[in-house]
Each structure stands twice: as C-alpha cells, then as structure tokens.
C-alpha cells in the first residue's frame, strides 16, 4: 500500500476566474475565485483543499506533495503558519509553467522517486473509499465512474461530465484505452453507462517516461490521460476500479453554493 500522493494544485483556474453574475459568493470566495485559487476557495468554512487532505489522511496517506505555481505564497503560509496539517506531511513542489497536467507530474519526479502513489485533482474531493482501495493496489489504477450515476450523485451536470475522458476497459479489469475530451457523438454513442476518468490515479515511476514523451494536446497542453494513453501503448496495465460518487467539483463560481451546502457540518481534519 502506498501512503503517499501528489495533488495537482498548480492550474491558473481560468474557468473559475470567469465572470458568474448568478453565482453566490462571499466577498471572500470571490477573491479566490478571482486569483484563480480552486483549492484555497472556503467552503463551509474551511479551504477546499483542506477537504481534500483529510479524505487523504482517512484513506492512510501521510505524505502529500502539492504541486503548486511559483507565486504559491497563499497556499504555503495556509498550510505552514495559519493551519499546519496535523496527518500529513506537505511538500511545496514548483511547476514552473503552467503546460499541463502531464508536465505538472514531472515537477515531482525527483520527489516521487521509486516509489508509487496517488495523483488527483485538488478542485475535486473525491470519497476516501475510494482513495483508499487505490492505495491498497499493487499496480497503477485509477477509479472508474458510469456517467449516468456520476451526474446523479455528484454536483457535475451532464454537460460537464460529457467531456470527460471516455475510458475502455477489457473483461479482464485493466483499462485499455482512453479519449481526453471526446467529441459527443463519440460519448452518447456509449450511452448512460459510458465510463469515465476523474482525473484520480495510482501510478508508478513509469509513468514519468510517457509525461515526457506525450505530444501536446489540442489545447496545446500536454494532458495526463495521454500521457495514461501512451504507458498503456508501452506495457504498463492499469487497473480499472469500479466507483460510484458523489465526487464533488469546484470548478467554477456556480460550484460554491453547493459544494458548500454538501460540506455542511464536515470538519475536515488534514
């Protein structure tokens, strides 16, 4: 079992930074929201992120590396003078350039070492059941979701989830194929048990060779499901794991609201 992760927290939050004139914020939220500050948004009263920790620590992870943006002063004097993690260990490791999620895993590469662990998205709060399973692997994995039952108990609306990564998984539970952002006649081609990607993976040293090699996306980023995509074409398997939400996601200002009211009474403990 690995009890170590990587939290991508590096991205500029452009969805979130876009104007919502209905969204609800508090003066405070929308400061965040204005930096482009997803995980440090309060929710319930407390940052997303430190949500996001404490399923971490209830899944047995001790060692987090946060992937973070040079000018990361917010998130390191939250973490290390206003509220220390009292489970955790927390490493400030730099993405200098914000070219994606692929690229955001080499900045821990030294960090990682040989070791396995856990990479997720620090917008989203994904169940520590199913954090927990991932860790207790003993190969690269990730959690996969029906669409249907995604939107369903999450706060994810269809039109969002329909640009997921579109997974494909053999009879044997290993995942054979993957399609970042795919086109939705591909995805309603599915139907409401197409499976898809979260963004939440187990992964090894291995991993680090593709996250080099894989050529940038449309979007011009160099995206971690092809980089996924591209290990998979080399050899290494990953393990598809069956998982059902809520996932809850806080990428935009119309997010708030109910992510906060989901978090209700939630103390998280990182």
């Given at each position: 079992?690995?009890?170590?992760?990587?939290?991508?927290?590096?991205?500029?939050?452009?969805?979130?930074?876009?104007?919502d004139e209905a969204a609800q914020l508090t003066d405070e939220?929308?400061?965040?929201?204005?930096?482009?500050?997803?995980?440090?948004?309060?929710?319930?009263?407390?940052?997303?992120?430190?949500?996001?920790?404490?399923?971490?620590?209830?899944?047995?992870?001790?060692?987090?590396?946060?992937?973070?943006?040079?000018?990361?002063?917010?998130?390191?004097?939250?973490?290390?003078?206003?509220?220390?993690?009292?489970?955790?260990?927390?490493?400030?490791?730099?993405?200098?350039?914000?070219?994606?999620?692929?690229?955001?895993?080499?900045?821990?590469?030294?960090?990682?070492?040989?070791?396995?662990?856990?990479?997720?998205?620090?917008?989203?709060?994904?169940?520590?059941?199913?954090?927990?399973?991932?860790?207790?692997?003993?190969?690269?994995?990730?959690?996969?979701?029906?669409?249907?039952?995604?939107?369903?108990?999450?706060?994810?609306?269809?039109?969002?989830?329909?640009?997921?990564?579109?997974?494909?998984?053999?009879?044997?539970?290993?995942?054979?194929?993957?399609?970042?952002?795919?086109?939705?006649?591909?995805?309603?081609?599915?139907?409401?048990?197409?499976?898809?990607?979260?963004?939440?993976?187990?992964?090894?040293?291995?991993?680090?060779?593709?996250?080099?090699?894989?050529?940038?996306?449309?979007?011009?980023?160099?995206?971690?499901?092809?980089?996924?995509?591209?290990?998979?074409?080399?050899?290494?398997?990953?393990?598809?794991?069956?998982?059902?939400?809520?996932?809850?996601?806080?990428?935009?200002?119309?997010?708030?609201?109910?992510?906060?009211?989901?978090?209700?009474?939630?103390?998280?403990?990182?």
């Amino acid at each position: 079992m690995t009890t170590r992760a990587l939290v991508l927290a590096r991205g500029l939050g452009r969805r979130m930074q876009q104007p919502d004139e209905a969204a609800q914020l508090t003066d405070e939220q929308r400061r965040a929201a204005d930096a482009g500050l997803k995980a440090m948004m309060p929710v319930a009263g407390r940052p997303l992120l430190d949500f996001g920790l404490s399923a971490l620590a209830d899944a047995g992870i001790t060692n987090v590396g946060l992937i973070v943006a040079p000018d990361h002063e917010v998130i390191e004097r939250y973490y290390t003078a206003t509220s220390p993690p009292v489970r955790l260990y927390l490493d400030f490791l730099v993405q200098r350039d914000p070219l994606g999620t692929a690229n955001a895993l080499l900045a821990a590469e030294s960090w990682a070492g040989d070791a396995p662990f856990l990479a997720l998205n620090a917008d989203n709060l994904y169940p520590a059941g199913i954090l927990r399973r991932l860790a207790a692997l003993d190969e690269p994995g990730l959690p996969v979701f029906t669409r249907e039952q995604l939107v369903r108990s999450s706060n994810i609306p269809h039109e969002r989830v329909q640009t997921f990564a579109l997974l494909d998984v053999n009879a044997a539970g290993y995942l054979t194929g993957i399609i970042e952002k795919p086109p939705a006649d591909v995805m309603d081609a599915e139907g409401a048990n197409a499976l898809v990607s979260m963004n939440c993976w187990r992964l090894d040293r291995r991993i680090f060779g593709a996250c080099r090699d894989v050529p940038h996306s449309p979007r011009g980023e160099f995206e971690l499901p092809n980089a996924v995509g591209l290990a998979i074409s080399r050899g290494v398997r990953f393990r598809a794991v069956p998982a059902r939400g809520p996932v809850l996601d806080l990428s935009r200002r119309s997010d708030a609201l109910e992510v906060a009211r989901r978090l209700s009474g939630v103390v998280p403990r990182p």
